[in-house]
């Protein structure tokens, strides 16, 4: 596609369910980064996926938060047992890795609004 | 990873030049200089990125001194449009360095008419 795309944009859900944000990357980027921004707040760092290699899951904030990348492709973000603490924009950004070694920007889908009630 | 460091907010009105600083004490060799700019209830947007000295665009121009301990990001005659937040990140974001862009809280520019 055209851009990053995330689905759904709005997701409400009851506190103790689990909720799947999916990410469509651009066409042929190779990194995937996940994101959480909550209200008033910069971006916190998730996941990031590279290709073929193991993913850096260093910023998931709990063990009830997973991700996984399909065929290199769409990824899924998974939140079990939802908190309300958990309320925030869940934003994904894809990028080129381009083996030159220079410098790509990431590009940033419109992100996924989870509200746990 | 670097950290920076900016104004939380900053006010200004529509036409003039508006410059958003950013310290980075302790940059490595290898990383650049990346801003990137936020609507509300949008994903952020890269405006522009530079090494060293002065780059520009059609949006933005970024200096950067020698020690390059500092940038500042500088948009010409603001609009009402260009209300946003602005965020600066740095690292070696080329494909064999370091890969997370790590954001801090960013600048919040407001524009007045």
């Known amino acids: 596609g055209a851009g990053v795309s995330q689905s759904p944009s709005n997701k409400v859900t009851e506190k103790g369910k689990d909720v799947e944000l999916r990410c469509d990357p651009i066409?042929?980027?190779?990194?995937l980064y996940w994101y959480r921004q909550s209200l008033g707040q910069g971006l916190e760092f998730l996941i990031y996926?590279?290709?073929?290699?193991?993913?850096?899951k260093s910023g998931l904030p709990s063990d009830r938060f997973s991700a996984e990348r399909t065929g290199g492709s769409v990824s899924t973000l998974t939140i079990q047992r939802t908190q309300q603490e958990d309320s925030a924009v869940y934003l994904c950004?894809?990028?080129?890795?381009?083996?030159?070694?220079?410098?790509?920007?990431?590009?940033f889908g419109q992100g996924t609004r989870l509200t746990v009630v | 990873l670097a950290k920076t460091t900016q104004s939380i907010s900053m006010d200004s009105y529509e036409g003039q030049e508006v410059n958003i600083t950013c310290s980075h004490n302790n940059i490595a060799t290898n990383d650049y200089i990346t801003w990137y700019q936020q609507f509300p209830s949008q994903g952020p947007r890269f405006i522009i990125q530079g090494y060293k000295t002065k780059v520009t665009n059609e949006v933005a121009s970024l200096f950067i001194p020698a020690d390059r301990k500092s940038s500042t990001l500088s948009l010409p005659r603001v609009s009402l449009s260009d209300t946003a937040v602005y965020y600066c990140l740095v690292g070696d974001f080329r494909s064999s360095g370091t890969y997370k862009y790590i954001f801090g809280t960013g600048t919040r520019l407001k524009v007045l008419a």
């Open positions: 950004a894809s990028r080129l890795r381009d083996g030159t070694g220079l410098n790509t920007e990431a590009f």
């Open positions: 996926f590279q290709g073929n290699s193991a993913p850096d």
């Open positions: 066409s042929g980027h190779t990194a």
